[in-house]
Nanobody, 126 residues
Framework: QVQLVESGGGLVQAGGSLRLSCAAS????????MAWFRQAPGKEREFVSV???????YYSDSVKVRFTISRDNAKNTVYLQMNSLKSEDTAVYYC????????????????????WGQGTQVSVSS
């Protein structure tokens, strides 16, 4: 059983930056693809970014260029560096993990993931 704990959320002005962290325990971290999703009030959970076991990354069009996902397998942690934040980035951000097997297309879907964190709130004021 994998446990995921997010941190790093908060309130920031538009144009600012935040770095989210997700610490994993209870599994072999390097064996999992790790993703970030977000959910704004009244909206469905949406894909933000994913990093595969091999380190390949993929981003949604809405965050491409502004956000960077990375992982540190020695620390069992995945990060999401968020720059040039916009008010529309306001949401609860969730970390998720899946061991696989999976196809690249499946990594964009929330239902693919086996484990989820509790979420961390990111609020961007305009």
């Amino acid at each position: 059983q994998v446990q995921l704990v997010e941190s790093g959320g908060g309130l920031v002005q538009a144009g600012g930056s935040l770095r989210l962290s997700c610490a994993a325990s209870g599994g072999t971290f390097s064996s999992y693809a790790m993703a970030w999703f977000r959910q704004a009030p009244g909206k469905e959970r949406e894909f933000v970014s994913v990093i595969s076991r091999s380190g390949s990354t993929y981003y949604s069009d809405s965050v491409k260029v502004r956000f960077t996902i990375s992982r540190d397998n020695a620390k069992n942690t995945v990060y999401l560096q968020m720059n040039s934040l916009k008010s529309e980035d306001t949401a609860v951000y969730y970390c998720a993990a899946v061991r696989g097997p999976y196809t690249p297309a499946q990594l964009l879907r929330a239902r693919t993931y086996d484990y989820w964190g509790q979420g961390t709130q990111v609020s961007v004021s305009s």
